[in-house]
């Protein structure tokens, strides 16, 4: 299954508190917290492009499963990991104290990210 494509995000739960516990500052995430990301996604069998664009902040990755790679984080900081495929569908990744696994349901795009016991979920459909 392909994750190529654009994802506009629908719905999220628990951005606020998540920003603060990963050390979000509190004016960025005021700002943040009604903006639509936009997701982007080339993917080339296992080699992945993804940009993240909410408002004026870009982030962007590119990874391929099962290489370590330098990773931008929403803090702005980078951080050594290696992403691996669970299944066709899920893509899991442990950043260092937060872990995301994104998963592709049919036009959906689902983002878990959990630190802690506080778990951020995003719902993102394809656009």
Not at 9 to 17: G, I
Not at 19 to 48: C, H, R, Y
Not at 80 to 86: G, I, P, Q, R
């Amino acid at each position: 299954m392909s994750f190529a494509g654009k994802y506009e995000l629908e719905s999220q739960e628990n951005f606020e508190p998540f920003m603060k516990a990963i050390g979000v500052p509190d004016e960025l995430i005021e700002k943040g917290k009604d903006l639509k990301s936009v997701t982007e996604i080339v993917q080339n069998g296992n080699d992945f492009k993804i940009t993240i664009t909410t408002g004026s902040n870009v982030i962007h990755n590119e990874f391929t499963i099962g290489q370590e790679t330098d990773f931008a984080t929403i803090t702005g900081s980078k951080v050594k990991a290696v992403v691996t495929l669970e299944g066709a569908n899920k893509l899991f990744v442990r950043l260092n104290s937060v872990t995301s696994v994104t998963e592709l349901c049919e036009n959906k795009l689902l983002a878990i990210l959990t630190v802690g016991d506080l778990t951020y979920k995003m719902i993102s459909k394809r656009v």
